[in-house]
């Protein structure tokens, strides 16, 4: 610092040492000259991940195409208005296929939210066998075929009661429940440690800092978890076909059989009638933009949060 | 203003009159490392800084001071290319040499190979050993002689005053040290590149009394081989290190970090141009 800026031999970029300024030059050109070669290695990787990219989106756009040339005939007022016709007579709807879609997926949900909120919870507090068993199952259960999660469904509430909306929201529930907790558990996970240990500090018992600051902080990951898991539940058709089974009349209530999106495809669209088959590419269309709403409101919705909480 | 701060801007401007007559000069003569003309910076609507124009005089320690939210990091983040990333849009001439930091024909990673940086919290690579982090800017830039590579990573530790530290658990990971050894590592590896210039952005903020006196006594050392720039909040600090300061200072109007005045330390410290300078650094602004 005391050095006296007038009288200090002056000074050169390459410095006072020798050797430095040999090394400097050596790794310079290194620099210099492999930089083509580093370039040349990083454009190939941006190119090989953009030919996967678009290789991936390849069959994506394709089938969303398909669907809405297929689909696209079918929408019309009535489609959405009335109740399915027998072939052979014009004007038939899917309207209660939606509602029945929007009322077991809706249940589905309501039953498997907290349920999967609280084991994610324990998750994230408890270290240790018990905990990485649950993890497990988990993990187990989310690769089950849905077809056994029907049949466990009708094993333990059709098989006693009757065929229902509600039979069918219980084995909704067990399908989205894995994805819940998993999800639910990442999002919170996210949230920092030292959040936990200010909230501690303050006095806060540990009910209250999950509360306040681990599940607030975590919404938007909690939110994406579980419209993650209720666009998956409500594609899927073989848990519907050993609960809910359809229903060609319209009926709004749960302890009855309904009639669903993914059951309108399975059933007509397997017929050979080409008015049924319609309505079965319009359901699929239909069933598509349901999930692409979703979707997108979600992320909106956990933009907005993400924004709110800055 | 409370007495305590006037108590400590006057023991700032004693230790910087204890000096003496070092440090006080005419720069215009003095080659310059990197020259800033009329620099500013927005990120989107947002003028984080503007009309900065000073030099970095090569083989100088330069502190950049001043408030919060000024500027001061903003502009030296700006002066290896940070911003590319962080969408900052960089205006006026930044020059390294005779080279346009941000011509149209300059590569930002020869700028970042010659331009070292250390940031504000210690970040060794967490998956790699001491010796690794380290030579890893060498095997970055291509580097791949072991030899070589051995001899940068003894020369830079030294350099950073912890290869007594080291020498023996070069193989360790490096997240084993503890904060100020992390920092000293960090400096090191910015330093085995060898470039010309170094960007301190307050690299002794996260860390205790003992490691940062051992750190400027480092950055002091340094600068016989290294240019380097050192933003800083501590005024002591910016007297202890710095031969030259800058004083970054936001509009009264419309709240824009500016250069306010740039000169010797001992200038700067002891006999301000600029009334706001003094206000400063005799602490009577915030």
Redesign the interface.
């Known amino acids: 610092?005391?050095?006296?800026?007038?009288e200090a031999p002056?000074?050169?970029?390459?410095?006072?040492?020798p050797a430095?300024a040999e090394?400097?030059t050596?790794?310079?050109s290194?620099?210099?000259?492999?930089?083509k070669?580093?370039r040349s290695v990083a454009l190939a990787i941006r190119i090989l991940f953009g030919t996967c990219t678009v290789l991936t989106l390849i069959p994506l756009i394709a089938l969303i195409a398909y669907v809405t040339k297929r689909g696209i005939d079918a929408m019309s007022v009535a489609f959405f208005t009335h109740t399915p016709t027998p072939e052979g007579v014009s004007g038939g709807g899917i309207s209660n296929a939606i509602v029945g879609s929007l009322i077991i997926n809706g249940m589905a949900l309501v039953i498997a939210m907290p349920f999967g909120l609280l084991v994610s919870l324990f998750l994230i507090e408890r270290r240790g066998p018990i905990a990485n068993a649950i993890r497990f199952g988990a993990d187990l259960l989310s690769g089950l075929p849905s077809i056994l999660i029907g049949l466990f469904a009708y094993s333990i509430v059709v098989v006693h009661t009757h065929f229902s909306a509600y039979s069918a929201a219980v084995a909704l529930a067990v399908l989205m429940l894995p994805i819940i907790i998993r999800g639910d558990e990442e999002a919170m996970r996210t949230v920092p440690a030292e959040l936990w240990e200010a909230g501690l500090a303050l006095g806060a018992r540990q009910s209250r800092v999950v509360r306040s600051v681990i599940v607030r902080g975590a919404i938007p990951g909690l939110v994406t978890a579980n419209l993650l898991a209720l666009a998956r539940a409500v594609g899927e058709t073989a848990p519907l076909l050993f609960t809910t089974i359809g229903s060609q009349i319209f009926s709004l209530s749960i302890n009855q059989p309904m009639n669903a999106l993914p059951i309108v495809i399975y059933q007509d669209g397997t017929t050979a009638f080409p008015q049924l088959q319609l309505d079965a590419w319009g359901s699929a269309f239909v069933l598509m933009l349901g999930v692409l709403v979703l979707s997108i409101v979600g992320r909106m919705f956990a933009a907005r949060m993400t924004r709110k909480s800055r | 203003m409370s007495d305590t701060t006037s108590a400590v801007a006057a023991r700032i401007q004693q230790e910087v009159l204890a000096?003496?007559?070092?440090?006080?000069?005419?720069?215009d003569d003095?080659?310059a490392?990197v020259t800033l003309t009329d620099v500013a910076v927005d990120f989107g609507s947002v003028h984080a800084v503007r009309r900065v124009t000073f030099p970095l005089?090569?083989?100088?320690v330069t502190a950049l001071v001043g408030p919060s939210g000024c500027g001061k990091t903003t502009v030296l983040r700006a002066i290896n290319r940070m911003h590319d990333r962080s969408g900052g849009k960089v205006s006026g001439s930044i020059r390294l040499?005779d080279l346009e930091v941000y011509g149209r024909a300059t590569?930002p990673?020869?700028i970042r190979?010659?331009i070292g940086m250390v940031f504000q919290r210690p970040n060794p690579f967490p998956t790699m050993s001491i010796l690794d982090n380290v030579t890893s800017g060498?095997r970055f830039?291509?580097?791949r002689n072991k030899k070589?590579l051995k001899e940068?990573a003894e020369?830079a530790l030294q350099a950073a005053a912890l290869w007594d530290t080291v020498k023996d658990r070069l193989s360790q990971p490096a997240v084993r040290l503890s904060g100020g050894q992390q920092q000293r590592l960090c400096i090191a590896r910015a330093l085995a590149?060898?470039p010309?210039v170094l960007l301190m952005d307050e690299p002794c903020s996260a860390l205790d009394p003992i490691s940062t006196a051992a750190i400027e006594e480092t950055i002091?050392d340094l600068a016989?081989?290294?240019?380097i720039a050192l933003v800083t909040h501590n005024m002591f600090q910016a007297?202890?290190?710095?031969?030259l300061t800058a004083v970054f200072l936001l509009d009264n109007d419309d709240h824009i970090g500016e250069l306010v005045e740039y000169g010797?330390?001992q200038q700067i410290f002891s006999s301000p141009a600029d009334p706001r300078t003094e206000q400063y650094v005799t602490g009577q602004v915030s």
């Not at chain 1, 610092?1 to 007038?6: A, F, K, N, V, W």
């Open positions: 610092m005391s050095t006296d800026l007038l002056a000074p050169s970029p390459s410095g006072k040492d430095v090394r400097r050596m790794i310079q290194s620099a210099r000259h492999t930089l070669r580093r | 000096q003496g007559p070092g440090a006080v000069g005419v720069l003095a080659p490392a005089v090569a083989n100088r040499g590569q990673e020869l190979s010659r060498l830039n291509g580097i070589i940068a020369s590149v060898e010309e002091v016989s081989e290294v240019t007297t202890r290190c710095a031969d010797s330390t």
